[in-house]
DNA sequence: TCAATTCTGACTATCTTTGACCAAAACAAG
DNA sequence: CTTGTTTTGGTCAAAGATAGTCAGAATTGA
Protein backbone atom coordinates (compact mmCIF):
# COMPACT_ATOMS: atom_id res chain seq x y z
CA UNK A 1 0.00 0.00 0.00
CA UNK A 2 1.33 3.19 -1.21
CA UNK A 3 1.60 6.20 1.47
CA UNK A 4 -0.34 8.31 -0.89
CA UNK A 5 -3.17 5.48 -1.09
CA UNK A 6 -2.92 5.56 2.87
CA UNK A 7 -3.65 9.02 3.80
CA UNK A 8 -6.14 9.29 1.11
CA UNK A 9 -8.16 6.43 2.38
CA UNK A 10 -7.72 8.59 5.93
CA UNK A 11 -9.34 11.78 4.72
CA UNK A 12 -11.76 9.61 2.70
CA UNK A 13 -12.98 8.01 6.09
CA UNK A 14 -13.59 10.84 7.94
CA UNK A 15 -15.20 12.37 5.13
CA UNK A 16 -17.76 9.30 5.14
CA UNK A 17 -21.42 9.25 5.38
CA UNK A 18 -22.38 11.93 7.40
CA UNK A 19 -19.19 14.46 7.46
CA UNK A 20 -19.05 16.53 4.34
CA UNK A 21 -15.82 18.30 5.25
CA UNK A 22 -12.59 17.73 7.34
CA UNK A 23 -10.20 20.03 8.77
CA UNK A 24 -7.09 19.21 9.93
CA UNK A 25 -2.99 20.36 10.29
CA UNK A 26 -1.02 20.44 7.70
CA UNK A 27 1.89 18.97 10.08
CA UNK A 28 -0.29 16.85 12.46
CA UNK A 29 -1.06 14.66 9.61
CA UNK A 30 2.27 14.53 8.50
CA UNK A 31 3.36 13.22 11.60
CA UNK A 32 1.10 10.72 11.93
CA UNK A 33 2.12 9.09 8.78
CA UNK A 34 5.74 9.85 9.21
CA UNK A 35 6.02 11.75 6.04
CA UNK A 36 7.03 15.00 5.15
CA UNK A 37 4.45 17.66 4.99
CA UNK A 38 4.74 18.58 1.17
CA UNK A 39 2.94 14.62 1.36
CA UNK A 40 0.25 15.99 2.32
CA UNK A 41 -0.41 18.91 -0.35
CA UNK A 42 1.05 16.34 -3.25
CA UNK A 43 -2.12 13.68 -2.00
CA UNK A 44 -4.27 16.32 -2.22
CA UNK A 45 -3.26 17.94 -5.42
CA UNK A 46 -3.75 14.68 -6.90
CA UNK A 47 -6.32 12.90 -5.41
CA UNK A 48 -8.85 15.74 -3.95
CA UNK A 49 -8.99 18.16 -6.77
CA UNK A 50 -12.50 19.61 -8.65
CA UNK A 51 -12.50 17.60 -10.42
CA UNK A 52 -12.76 14.41 -7.95
CA UNK A 53 -15.34 17.06 -6.48
CA UNK A 54 -13.88 18.42 -3.65
CA UNK A 55 -12.81 21.99 -2.83
CA UNK A 56 -9.62 22.71 -0.52
CA UNK A 57 -9.53 26.01 1.72
CA UNK A 58 -6.69 26.33 4.06
CA UNK A 59 -4.60 29.41 6.00
CA UNK A 60 -1.24 29.27 6.86
CA UNK A 61 -0.09 30.86 10.22
CA UNK A 62 -0.84 30.14 14.34
CA UNK A 63 -3.83 28.52 13.96
CA UNK A 64 -3.37 26.99 10.52
CA UNK A 65 -5.71 24.80 8.88
CA UNK A 66 -6.20 22.81 5.64
CA UNK A 67 -9.95 22.06 5.33
CA UNK A 68 -11.41 19.40 2.66
CA UNK A 69 -14.86 19.62 1.24
CA UNK A 70 -16.63 17.05 -0.35
CA UNK A 71 -19.13 18.95 -3.13
CA UNK A 72 -20.14 16.08 -5.53
CA UNK A 73 -21.91 12.94 -4.18
CA UNK A 74 -20.31 10.30 -6.47
CA UNK A 75 -21.98 9.88 -9.76
CA UNK A 76 -25.17 10.46 -8.42
CA UNK A 77 -26.00 14.51 -9.34
CA UNK A 78 -27.22 16.04 -12.03
CA UNK A 79 -24.27 19.00 -11.71
CA UNK A 80 -21.87 15.99 -11.04
CA UNK A 81 -22.00 15.25 -15.27
CA UNK A 82 -22.14 18.55 -15.85
CA UNK A 83 -18.83 19.88 -14.14
CA UNK A 84 -17.18 16.32 -15.70
CA UNK A 85 -18.39 15.72 -19.04
CA UNK A 86 -20.51 18.55 -20.67
CA UNK A 87 -18.15 21.33 -19.84
CA UNK A 88 -14.94 19.69 -20.00
CA UNK A 89 -11.53 21.61 -20.54
CA UNK A 90 -12.96 24.13 -22.76
CA UNK A 91 -16.01 26.02 -23.75
CA UNK A 92 -17.24 28.70 -26.39
CA UNK A 93 -19.17 31.34 -24.82
CA UNK A 94 -22.24 30.86 -26.70
CA UNK A 95 -22.43 26.39 -25.67
CA UNK A 96 -21.91 28.63 -22.09
CA UNK A 97 -24.58 30.59 -22.17
CA UNK A 98 -26.87 28.07 -23.94
CA UNK A 99 -26.05 26.13 -20.81
CA UNK A 100 -26.68 28.39 -18.34
CA UNK A 101 -29.76 29.05 -19.65
CA UNK A 102 -30.67 25.58 -19.35
CA UNK A 103 -29.95 25.20 -15.59
CA UNK A 104 -31.83 28.76 -15.03
CA UNK A 105 -35.33 27.25 -17.16
CA UNK A 106 -34.55 23.66 -14.84
CA UNK A 107 -34.70 25.78 -12.02
CA UNK A 108 -31.00 24.33 -10.84
CA UNK A 109 -30.21 27.70 -10.34
CA UNK A 110 -32.01 31.17 -10.31
CA UNK A 111 -31.76 33.61 -13.09
CA UNK A 112 -29.88 35.89 -10.77
CA UNK A 113 -27.29 33.30 -10.05
CA UNK A 114 -27.22 32.65 -14.25
CA UNK A 115 -26.87 36.12 -14.91
CA UNK A 116 -23.99 36.27 -12.81
CA UNK A 117 -21.85 33.33 -13.96
CA UNK A 118 -22.77 34.40 -17.64
CA UNK A 119 -21.55 37.72 -16.45
CA UNK A 120 -18.18 36.22 -15.27
CA UNK A 121 -17.26 34.72 -18.36
CA UNK A 122 -18.28 36.74 -21.10
CA UNK A 123 -15.79 37.71 -23.49
CA UNK A 124 -16.09 41.62 -21.51
CA UNK A 125 -14.83 39.64 -18.51
CA UNK A 126 -12.51 38.16 -20.76
CA UNK A 127 -10.53 40.28 -22.56
CA UNK A 128 -7.20 39.65 -21.80
CA UNK A 129 -4.35 39.12 -23.96
CA UNK A 130 -4.36 35.50 -24.83
CA UNK A 131 -5.61 33.13 -27.41
CA UNK A 132 -8.65 32.17 -27.72
CA UNK A 133 -8.25 28.81 -26.80
CA UNK A 134 -6.79 29.74 -23.62
CA UNK A 135 -10.07 31.62 -22.59
CA UNK A 136 -12.08 28.66 -23.93
CA UNK A 137 -10.54 26.78 -21.25
CA UNK A 138 -10.18 29.58 -18.49
CA UNK A 139 -14.16 29.77 -19.06
CA UNK A 140 -14.89 26.30 -18.42
CA UNK A 141 -12.47 26.07 -16.06
CA UNK A 142 -14.52 28.96 -14.16
CA UNK A 143 -17.89 27.73 -15.15
CA UNK A 144 -17.55 24.38 -13.17
CA UNK A 145 -16.26 25.89 -10.50
CA UNK A 146 -18.81 28.00 -10.15
CA UNK A 147 -21.13 25.49 -10.77
CA UNK A 148 -19.56 23.27 -8.13
CA UNK A 149 -19.94 25.94 -5.30
CA UNK A 150 -24.21 25.40 -6.56
CA UNK A 151 -23.61 21.69 -6.01
CA UNK A 152 -22.30 22.52 -2.28
CA UNK A 153 -24.70 24.42 -1.88
CA UNK A 154 -27.46 22.37 -2.81
CA UNK A 155 -25.93 19.66 -1.02
CA UNK A 156 -26.07 21.82 2.14
CA UNK A 157 -29.61 23.26 1.71
CA UNK B 1 -9.41 29.48 18.25
CA UNK B 2 -6.94 32.15 17.62
CA UNK B 3 -6.69 35.34 19.91
CA UNK B 4 -7.01 37.51 17.10
CA UNK B 5 -10.42 35.35 16.19
CA UNK B 6 -11.70 36.12 20.07
CA UNK B 7 -10.48 39.43 19.95
CA UNK B 8 -12.66 39.49 16.70
CA UNK B 9 -15.91 37.99 17.88
CA UNK B 10 -16.01 39.84 21.24
CA UNK B 11 -15.88 43.11 19.24
CA UNK B 12 -18.56 41.80 16.65
CA UNK B 13 -20.83 40.75 19.50
CA UNK B 14 -20.59 44.37 21.51
CA UNK B 15 -21.56 45.43 17.89
CA UNK B 16 -23.91 43.16 16.73
CA UNK B 17 -27.86 44.18 17.90
CA UNK B 18 -28.77 47.81 17.61
CA UNK B 19 -25.11 49.33 18.34
CA UNK B 20 -22.86 50.80 15.49
CA UNK B 21 -20.88 51.83 17.02
CA UNK B 22 -18.29 50.84 19.89
CA UNK B 23 -15.58 52.42 22.05
CA UNK B 24 -13.18 50.84 24.49
CA UNK B 25 -9.56 50.99 25.96
CA UNK B 26 -7.02 49.21 24.14
CA UNK B 27 -5.03 48.62 27.81
CA UNK B 28 -8.08 47.30 29.34
CA UNK B 29 -9.22 44.84 26.41
CA UNK B 30 -5.41 43.77 25.91
CA UNK B 31 -5.23 43.24 29.97
CA UNK B 32 -8.80 40.58 29.85
CA UNK B 33 -7.32 38.87 26.74
CA UNK B 34 -3.94 38.30 28.47
CA UNK B 35 -2.31 40.03 25.25
CA UNK B 36 -0.17 42.62 24.05
CA UNK B 37 -1.58 45.69 23.38
CA UNK B 38 -0.15 45.90 19.77
CA UNK B 39 -1.97 42.73 18.98
CA UNK B 40 -5.81 45.00 19.74
CA UNK B 41 -4.45 46.99 17.17
CA UNK B 42 -3.28 43.90 14.42
CA UNK B 43 -6.85 42.74 14.92
CA UNK B 44 -7.97 45.93 13.94
CA UNK B 45 -6.11 46.44 10.93
CA UNK B 46 -7.15 42.94 9.67
CA UNK B 47 -10.37 42.57 10.44
CA UNK B 48 -12.20 46.16 10.54
CA UNK B 49 -10.83 47.81 7.91
CA UNK B 50 -12.57 50.44 5.37
CA UNK B 51 -13.69 47.58 3.27
CA UNK B 52 -14.69 45.49 5.89
CA UNK B 53 -17.49 48.30 6.65
CA UNK B 54 -15.87 50.26 9.59
CA UNK B 55 -14.36 53.21 10.47
CA UNK B 56 -11.81 53.25 13.75
CA UNK B 57 -11.07 56.75 15.48
CA UNK B 58 -8.94 57.40 18.42
CA UNK B 59 -7.35 59.07 21.04
CA UNK B 60 -4.52 59.09 23.21
CA UNK B 61 -3.41 60.46 26.73
CA UNK B 62 -5.54 60.27 30.31
CA UNK B 63 -9.01 59.06 29.13
CA UNK B 64 -7.44 57.90 25.97
CA UNK B 65 -10.15 55.42 23.79
CA UNK B 66 -10.36 53.77 20.64
CA UNK B 67 -13.86 53.96 18.98
CA UNK B 68 -15.09 51.55 16.38
CA UNK B 69 -18.01 52.40 13.78
CA UNK B 70 -19.99 50.15 11.69
CA UNK B 71 -19.91 51.87 8.43
CA UNK B 72 -23.86 51.92 6.96
CA UNK B 73 -24.40 51.70 3.47
CA UNK B 74 -27.24 51.29 0.72
CA UNK B 75 -26.04 48.30 -1.49
CA UNK B 76 -26.01 50.10 -4.52
CA UNK B 77 -23.86 52.98 -3.50
CA UNK B 78 -21.43 49.79 -2.08
CA UNK B 79 -21.02 48.31 -5.41
CA UNK B 80 -20.73 51.30 -7.29
CA UNK B 81 -17.67 52.02 -5.03
CA UNK B 82 -16.31 48.64 -5.57
CA UNK B 83 -16.97 48.64 -9.25
CA UNK B 84 -15.71 52.26 -9.85
CA UNK B 85 -13.32 52.66 -7.60
CA UNK B 86 -12.11 50.16 -5.02
CA UNK B 87 -11.22 47.48 -7.48
CA UNK B 88 -9.56 48.94 -10.28
CA UNK B 89 -7.83 46.76 -12.69
CA UNK B 90 -6.11 44.23 -10.75
CA UNK B 91 -7.33 42.50 -7.39
CA UNK B 92 -5.85 39.54 -5.76
CA UNK B 93 -7.76 36.49 -4.47
CA UNK B 94 -7.37 37.11 -1.25
CA UNK B 95 -8.90 40.55 -1.48
CA UNK B 96 -11.67 39.51 -3.45
CA UNK B 97 -12.33 37.06 -0.92
CA UNK B 98 -12.88 39.88 1.56
CA UNK B 99 -15.07 41.95 -0.32
CA UNK B 100 -17.38 39.57 -1.12
CA UNK B 101 -17.60 38.53 2.11
CA UNK B 102 -18.40 42.16 3.62
CA UNK B 103 -20.95 42.18 0.62
CA UNK B 104 -22.74 38.73 1.74
CA UNK B 105 -22.37 40.30 5.43
CA UNK B 106 -23.96 43.69 4.32
CA UNK B 107 -26.82 41.71 2.29
CA UNK B 108 -26.04 43.59 -0.70
CA UNK B 109 -25.93 40.05 -2.49
CA UNK B 110 -26.99 36.50 -1.34
CA UNK B 111 -24.05 34.19 0.35
CA UNK B 112 -24.75 31.90 -2.19
CA UNK B 113 -24.11 34.37 -5.03
CA UNK B 114 -21.13 35.94 -3.16
CA UNK B 115 -19.91 31.86 -3.08
CA UNK B 116 -20.22 31.49 -6.78
CA UNK B 117 -18.65 34.70 -7.53
CA UNK B 118 -15.69 33.52 -5.75
CA UNK B 119 -16.12 30.04 -6.93
CA UNK B 120 -15.32 32.00 -10.59
CA UNK B 121 -12.13 33.72 -9.29
CA UNK B 122 -10.48 31.33 -7.40
CA UNK B 123 -7.12 30.63 -7.82
CA UNK B 124 -8.21 26.89 -8.83
CA UNK B 125 -10.42 28.76 -11.55
CA UNK B 126 -7.76 30.50 -12.67
CA UNK B 127 -5.28 27.80 -12.95
CA UNK B 128 -4.08 28.41 -16.45
CA UNK B 129 -0.33 29.39 -17.55
CA UNK B 130 -0.53 33.31 -17.67
CA UNK B 131 2.09 35.43 -15.28
CA UNK B 132 0.14 36.50 -11.96
CA UNK B 133 0.04 39.69 -12.97
CA UNK B 134 -2.42 38.86 -15.37
CA UNK B 135 -4.70 36.90 -13.82
CA UNK B 136 -5.21 39.98 -11.03
CA UNK B 137 -6.51 41.70 -14.02
CA UNK B 138 -8.72 39.14 -15.41
CA UNK B 139 -10.16 38.47 -12.04
CA UNK B 140 -10.75 42.51 -11.54
CA UNK B 141 -12.30 42.27 -14.84
CA UNK B 142 -14.68 39.39 -14.16
CA UNK B 143 -15.34 40.64 -10.34
CA UNK B 144 -16.89 43.79 -11.94
CA UNK B 145 -18.44 42.68 -15.08
CA UNK B 146 -20.16 40.38 -11.94
CA UNK B 147 -21.06 43.06 -9.85
CA UNK B 148 -22.32 45.11 -12.82
CA UNK B 149 -24.60 42.53 -13.06
CA UNK B 150 -26.00 42.34 -9.35
CA UNK B 151 -26.33 46.30 -9.75
CA UNK B 152 -28.49 45.75 -12.89
CA UNK B 153 -30.33 43.36 -11.46
CA UNK B 154 -30.82 45.58 -8.60
CA UNK B 155 -32.42 48.08 -10.60
CA UNK B 156 -34.49 45.99 -12.26
CA UNK B 157 -36.35 44.58 -9.47
C1' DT C 1 15.07 -0.29 -19.03
C1' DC C 2 12.36 3.72 -18.85
C1' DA C 3 8.57 6.60 -18.12
C1' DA C 4 5.22 7.76 -14.78
C1' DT C 5 4.27 8.24 -10.11
C1' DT C 6 5.49 9.03 -5.46
C1' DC C 7 8.19 11.18 -1.86
C1' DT C 8 11.34 14.40 0.29
C1' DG C 9 13.63 18.58 1.69
C1' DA C 10 15.05 23.18 1.06
C1' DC C 11 13.18 27.37 0.29
C1' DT C 12 9.20 30.53 0.20
C1' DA C 13 4.82 32.84 1.54
C1' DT C 14 1.55 34.12 4.85
C1' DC C 15 -0.56 34.88 9.32
C1' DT C 16 -0.13 35.76 14.28
C1' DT C 17 1.89 37.52 18.45
C1' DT C 18 5.03 40.17 21.10
C1' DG C 19 7.99 43.87 22.66
C1' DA C 20 10.75 47.89 22.30
C1' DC C 21 10.36 52.40 21.13
C1' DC C 22 7.48 56.51 19.48
C1' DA C 23 3.70 60.12 19.70
C1' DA C 24 -0.05 62.52 21.50
C1' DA C 25 -3.21 64.11 25.00
C1' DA C 26 -4.16 65.18 29.71
C1' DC C 27 -2.58 66.73 33.97
C1' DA C 28 0.05 68.92 37.52
C1' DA C 29 3.50 72.09 39.33
C1' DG C 30 5.63 76.40 39.10
C1' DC D 1 1.00 79.95 30.39
C1' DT D 2 5.03 76.72 30.22
C1' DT D 3 7.06 72.73 31.13
C1' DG D 4 7.66 68.21 32.87
C1' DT D 5 5.20 63.88 33.96
C1' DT D 6 1.81 60.51 33.32
C1' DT D 7 -1.35 58.11 30.69
C1' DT D 8 -2.79 56.44 26.72
C1' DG D 9 -2.66 54.69 21.95
C1' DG D 10 0.57 53.82 17.41
C1' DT D 11 4.32 51.70 14.67
C1' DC D 12 7.31 48.53 13.22
C1' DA D 13 10.40 44.87 13.07
C1' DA D 14 11.43 40.37 14.66
C1' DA D 15 10.13 35.85 16.15
C1' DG D 16 6.98 32.05 15.92
C1' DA D 17 3.62 29.10 13.58
C1' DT D 18 1.77 27.25 9.80
C1' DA D 19 1.01 25.98 4.86
C1' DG D 20 2.76 26.10 -0.33
C1' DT D 21 6.01 25.27 -4.14
C1' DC D 22 9.18 22.99 -6.84
C1' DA D 23 13.15 20.45 -8.34
C1' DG D 24 15.11 16.27 -7.94
C1' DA D 25 15.64 11.65 -5.76
C1' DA D 26 13.40 7.24 -5.06
C1' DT D 27 10.21 3.87 -6.39
C1' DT D 28 7.16 1.36 -9.20
C1' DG D 29 5.05 -0.78 -13.08
C1' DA D 30 5.07 -1.91 -17.94
Redesign the interface.
Known sequence: MRLSDSIESFIKTLLSQEETEVELKRNELAEYFGCAPSQINYVLATRFT?DDGY?IESRRG??GYIRIVRVVESGQQRLAYLINERIGTAISEEEAVRLLGQLAQQQVVTV??A????????S?????P?PDQ?KD??RA??L???L???A??NREA
Open positions: LVGGHEEIMRAAISQALAIVMALRSKSMTAVRQ
